[in-house]
Nanobody, 117 residues
């Protein structure tokens, strides 16, 4: 079993910054892919950023140059981060952490990010 817990969401004005964290626990494989997805009201969940074990990253076009994802595996605990800068009202959504390993996909409960104009 794997548990993912997001934190760091909140309300911010346009142009501001937030940093999301995703703490993992449970049986984490050596090789995995972690990512951030978001879902705005009335829209489908979409991939925002992804990072593999080796550090290779992917970003959606809408967040390139503004968001940065990273992972930290010190102290035997894997944590995923999403640094969000120059936030826009269109970034308002629930952000979910995702872990893919061994053909399974795990999700966190989500954290709300609201960007006011």
């Amino acid at each position: 079993q794997v548990q993912l817990v997001e934190s760091g969401g909140g309300l911010v004005q346009a142009g501001g910054s937030l940093r999301l964290s995703c703490a993992t626990s449970g049986s984490i494989s050596r090789f995995n892919t972690m990512g951030w997805y978001r879902q705005a009201p009335g829209k489908q969940r979409e991939l925002v950023a992804q990072i593999g074990t080796g550090g290779t990253t992917y970003y959606a076009d809408s967040v390139k140059g503004r968001f940065t994802t990273s992972r930290d595996n010190t102290k035997n605990t894997l944590t995923l981060y999403l640094q969000m800068d120059s936030l826009e009202p269109e970034d308002t959504a629930i952000y979910y952490c995702n872990l893919q390993q061994d053909r399974f996909s795990w999700w966190g409960q989500g954290t709300q990010v609201t960007v006011s104009a």
